[in-house]
């Protein structure tokens, strides 16, 4: 043990000559350091959830749309495939462990966007809601398989594209699935790597160079991938992560590697909040200029993580048995309730989604599942895009645990009124992104090749990742 809290300080000491810090800084950071070498650094809890993870199914099941062509009229029925992309919190690191020792290990089974073991009683996750409708359903990661979860433990959003097109080359080669018309649901989540790591390199991590990464990826999607509905949750402000390293040393500890713009704090996380305002601000702005729906094709932001807040006790302590004992991953009850929340979010019209967690599963408090009511569609109650969300008021899921946050309900008026000029001022936002991005990226000696969709020949060439 010894040994490897020298390791984990010499990596600390690495990491501050990195980054560029004021003298209070690179004390609190020096402060922060002890807990390595003290005996907080064993203090390791079970963490390994006995509660309820899974919910009851009391919807009424339909059958799929042979014939359906259009995205907007798409539902739970229809769909074949399901897939997810990102880095470990997709890949469900520390998801089933009972130690701070287990949470390299990987639970993809228990991942809310693409984990399908057991059955939704006993875990909720998006694959498991869908089994409902489709028992033949495809692509879910199991014990014995990650079926077609891609996600990487410790991607950036630099590795999207590469992970987009290792997804299209597997799901091709599976002669399991109907590629060109089997309907899919791919879900996206990605960007805490690059915050947790933005105060070392705020160029590589730069708003900028995120939202030209998301670009090509969704790109890639757009043109290679036919009749797929694609879910990006909004990426976690990991500012949020101060709070328990503040109540917990052993979060502090750990935190100094997964996550040392956390660690650092002070004027170091405030900047960190910043980039994560923009990521998220650009991120809507690109997809609410419409350039990524087609009648076979839409990706829907859903920001139930855009305001999130540490879940609390009553006495005021950080309630941890959301998290993984390593602080940073979710636990099996956290990965149901993202499960939950992607699901209820997913139903919402995309001018009134719930943008945290409370408001998205209307939990009075995050001690249970118990008594959550999962969203029951009916045949005429569609995926929400931003092409039929018009109606969305109208075709209402009727289900209680279907809600908005009153920040949200209260804006829609406003939201509706200025539309037309927002999706003007959004794609002027994206395309100044993109031309700061090209100007770093230029200085380097860098320049965009023939096809890239930033070049000046336009147009997109498709390579394949083996």
């Known amino acids: 043990m010894a040994t490897l809290r020298f390791i984990l300080f010499s990596l600390l000491l690495i990491k501050v000559q990195c980054i560029t810090l004021n003298d209070k800084d690179k004390n609190m950071i020096n402060r922060l350091a002890e807990y390595v070498n003290s005996e907080d650094c064993d203090d390791v809890v079970n963490t390994k959830t006995t509660e309820t993870t899974g919910i009851?199914?009391?919807?009424?099941?339909?059958?799929?749309?042979?014939?359906?062509?259009s995205v907007h009229q798409l539902t739970a029925a229809d769909i074949k495939v399901v897939a997810a992309i990102g880095d470990s919190m997709t890949a469900a690191n520390g998801a089933g462990s009972d130690s701070i020792t287990d949470t390299l290990t990987e639970y993809r089974e228990l991942s809310f966007s693409?984990?399908?073991?057991?059955?939704?009683?006993?875990?909720?996750?998006?694959?498991?809601?869908?089994?409902?409708?489709?028992?033949?359903?495809?692509?879910?990661?199991?014990?014995?398989?990650?079926?077609?979860?891609?996600?990487?433990?410790?991607?950036?959003?630099?590795?999207l594209t590469c992970q987009v097109g290792e997804l299209i080359d597997m799901m091709k080669a599976d002669s399991s699935i109907d590629y060109e018309n089997d309907w899919k649901v791919v879900t996206i989540f990605i960007g805490t790597n690059d915050l947790c790591h933005y105060c070392l390199n705020e160029e590589d991590?730069?708003?900028?160079?995120?939202?030209?990464?998301?670009?090509?990826?969704?790109?890639?999607?757009k043109d290679e991938m036919p009749r797929t509905f694609v879910n990006i949750v909004s990426p976690t402000n990991v500012y949020d992560l101060s709070t328990m390293a503040s109540q917990n040393s052993v979060c502090t500890t750990v935190y100094m590697k997964s996550c040392p713009c956390v660690a650092a704090g002070g004027a170091i996380l405030d900047k960190v909040n910043e980039a994560a305002l923009k990521y998220q601000g650009l991120l809507s702005d690109m997809i609410a200029t419409g350039r990524y729906e087609k009648d076979d094709f839409a990706v829907v932001l859903q920001p139930f993580l855009q305001k999130a807040s540490m879940p609390m006790n009553k006495d005021g302590t950080v309630d941890m048995s959301l998290m993984a004992a390593d602080c940073i991953h979710l636990?099996?009850?956290?990965?149901?309730?993202?499960?939950?929340?992607?699901?209820?979010?997913?139903?919402?019209?995309t001018s009134a989604k719930a943008t945290n967690l409370q408001s998205a599963l209307r939990l009075v408090s995050y001690n249970s599942l118990d008594g959550q009511e999962l969203a029951c569609p009916s045949e005429q109650q569609f995926f929400a895009t931003n092409t039929n969300s018009e109606s969305m008021s109208a075709n209402?899921?009727?289900?209680?645990?279907?809600?908005?946050?009153?920040?949200?309900?209260?804006?829609?008026?406003?939201?509706?009124?200025?539309?037309?000029?927002?999706?003007?001022?959004?794609?002027?936002?994206?395309?100044?992104?993109?031309?700061?991005?090209?100007?770093?990226?230029?200085?380097?000696?860098?320049?965009?090749?023939?096809?890239?969709?930033?070049?000046?020949?336009g147009g997109y060439s498709y390579t394949k990742f083996s």
Not at 129 to 139: A, E, R
Request: with cysteine; proline share 3%; charged share 15%.
């Open 331 to 349: 636990s099996q009850k956290g990965q149901a309730m993202y499960g939950l929340a992607l699901w209820q979010s997913m139903f919402q019209s």
């Open 396 to 457: 209402a899921v009727n289900t209680n645990a279907v809600d908005t946050d009153s920040s949200s309900s209260s804006s829609t008026s406003v939201i509706v009124a200025v539309s037309l000029v927002g999706g003007c001022v959004c794609l002027v936002a994206v395309v100044f992104g993109v031309m700061v991005f090209r100007r770093v990226r230029k200085r380097q000696g860098y320049s965009e090749p023939d096809g890239h969709p930033m070049s000046s020949t």
């Open 205 to 221: 991590s730069s708003p900028a160079n995120y939202i030209s990464s998301m670009y090509e990826g969704l790109e890639l999607l």
């Open 114 to 159: 693409a984990g399908g073991q057991g059955s939704l009683e006993s875990m909720v996750t998006l694959p498991n809601i869908l089994k409902k409708y489709n028992p033949s359903l495809k692509g879910f990661s199991t014990t014995g398989s990650i079926g077609f979860n891609v996600a990487e433990s410790g991607a950036t959003t630099d590795e």
């Open 56 to 69: 009851s199914f009391d919807c009424k099941v339909f059958s799929s749309q042979e014939t359906l062509t």
